[in-house]
DNA sequence: ACGGTAAGCTGACGGCATGACAGGACAAGT
DNA sequence: ACTTGTCCTGTCATGCCGTCAGCTTACCGT
């Protein structure tokens, strides 16, 4: 299904070759969140990985194309999220605990992938496709649940409700929330504040009511 | 009081230089707008003013320095966002006009910058400190308002809200999406329809009720 | 008009990253 | 030990970075 992994000239890469690769990424994904993107540069990767400029140019074409494959990784493991809203109850006292449970995970993911997610949101909002259809992929773990929630609550009683833009909306909030978390602790909004506020916010998203006390 | 223009090696710049200088700067943004950040050299904006790259490093230090410069340019510019909160009404219809055309005026504020405020975005992402304090500017030229809008549009019945938080949320989203609005459009959201579901986001946060019909 | 002075610009250079290649080291099977 | 295919690196041409000395240009006072 995958493929086997193969090198840039072709050649199907055996076991050692694969520990260097993947020794490759873990140094690139730990550069990328301690220098900013602009200045990650293949060689400090290879000196990193212990290995030389050359053999990084083996595995992949250039430092874009290796933090795609990062990526890409990230995003096989974003499936999980859909489990923080897929047969959730959005009613009542439940219903809020869901919306809680939800922001909680979905800031958790974020913040832990955060160095690939800065570098994923860039290109994204640079045009470039390939990471904006990864971009969309992470968000749409969310996202797609999140709106068929949203139409199962109010749909029925309001037509005009468009779930998928509620949905865009709040999945969009939590991202930059997350990736900004500095802002709101600039705006006097400590971190511990910040959930309960964004869950209030979803709650109100998908049920179209405050919650009850 | 703003202190004369001065180059790298402390010489003060006359007309023709500042002239040369803004060649560059101008020239930076369209690069900007045109190539993903990583890919801006010195030597292609040099190029593209019809100078020489010496001549780029007589005015800046890098090329972060020179989009530095472009962003407090453009904050300065942000100042006049606050005039879409200000003196506003939030009360039945008029408030929800004043939260449509607060949606509007940032949205095409941000867009008509998006180049330049990505890469602050990235910037402040990353922990630049000197990013961060320019888009806080410009964030904080609507949330400053606006919390303050809530707080006394909410704050006097429900002491639990807090006005910053808020604001901040709001401000956020509004930036977020505005940054990727692309994303609404891969949600079947067209950007003619997002408009409206913000301004229900926005109005809905600041006065805490449905908008009248 | 004419020199003096400071601003303005660039050619040239050492240094470093990029990206390609060919050849040597290495592991595994025979 | 020998072969085969994988794996790594030394080396090289190319191109950008960032600095400097030095030349040109504009402005100013006399």
Redesign the interface.
Known sequence: MTGQVRTVDGRVAGRRGQETRQKLLDCLREMLSTS???DVKVIDVARMAGTSPATFYQYFPDV?GAVLEIAEEMAEDSGGLKELVDGKSWAGKTGFTTSEELVDGFLAFWRKN?AIL?VI????????KRF?KI??KV?NSV?APL?EAVRNTQGKTDKTV?G??????LV??L???A??S???T????KVK??KP??AL?VY??VT?K?PPK
């Open positions: 900013p993107y602009r874009e955060d800065r949101t860039l290109g994204a909002a640079e045009g470039d904006f971009r969309m968000l996202a709106a468009d998928s833009a509620i949905a865009g909306a969009t909030l991202a930059a929330s990736e900004h500095k802002a709101f600039s705006w006097g909004v504040d910040l506020s964004l916010q109100l998203g179209g405050k």
